[in-house]
């Protein structure tokens, strides 16, 4: 079962930011939030992962609270292009594996 | 650098055929991973695979599934008498040899459609 819950859909205008929850509280010391999004039925497309700190890279910010029990992903300035599901995991170096819920649906409106 | 490829991108199968999915990792990469995604649901892990070797294969069905990673050559996911609910869309993944984060990188997916 996935050890994540996310909100199954959200809408954000063209320009804002897209904020994007993500609740895992029996997050363990040494696992990663990892953020991954999928357009279309496409391949799974990595984003940003991180363990305590907040992250961020070209493509958006992570933001993980100090007990680590959620973290959002933001996208500073959402485009059309960034319609997708984006799914939340926490990944457990000891089973090397990804389990993935059911994501959350953003549409970005015009 | 070619990321990772899957083949063949689409495969219709009559039930009781055999289907065979093939991905090759990106390059350097010694871990496979299979997934299988049912419409509107969530990736859902299956097996991975080090070259010549199964280490978790708890998501596969037992039966009529199987998957390889050999020497040489891609990783090669079997199904055999091929049922309707097989239908689904297969991605693979690939990643480096695991250190203590481990990002996956996903291939566009076999879809399989049963008829």
């Known amino acids: 079962d996935a050890k994540t819950t996310q909100p199954t859909s959200m809408d954000c205008a063209e320009g804002r930011a897209a904020n994007l929850p993500c609740n895992h509280s029996t997050i363990s010391g040494n696992e990663y939030v990892y953020w991954y999004r999928q357009i279309h039925s496409q391949g799974p497309q990595y984003i940003i992962h991180g363990l305590k700190n907040n992250e961020t890279n070209e493509m958006a910010s992570l933001i993980i609270t100090e007990d680590r029990k959620s973290s959002t992903l933001i996208l500073p300035h959402a485009t059309l292009r960034d319609t997708a599901v984006y799914y939340c995991i926490v990944y457990d170096s000891g089973t090397y594996k990804y389990i993935f819920g059911t994501g959350t649906r953003l549409k970005v409106l015009a | 650098n070619a990321g990772v490829m899957q083949n063949p991108r689409h495969l219709v199968r009559r039930r009781g055929q055999e289907a065979r999915l093939r991905c090759s990792p990106m390059k350097g990469h010694s871990h496979v991973y299979w997934y299988r995604q049912l419409p509107e649901e969530g990736l859902k892990f299956m097996v991975y695979?080090?070259?010549?070797?199964?280490?978790?294969e708890s998501g596969m069905p037992k039966e009529r599934f199987s998957a390889e990673f050999p020497k040489e050559g891609p990783s090669i996911l079997r199904i055999q008498q091929v049922v309707r609910g097989d239908s689904a869309a297969y991605f693979c993944a690939s990643s480096p040899p695991a250190g203590g984060n481990n990002e996956q990188f996903f291939g566009p997916g076999t879809r399989l459609t049963v008829l």
């Open positions: 695979l080090q070259k010549e070797n199964i280490i978790d």
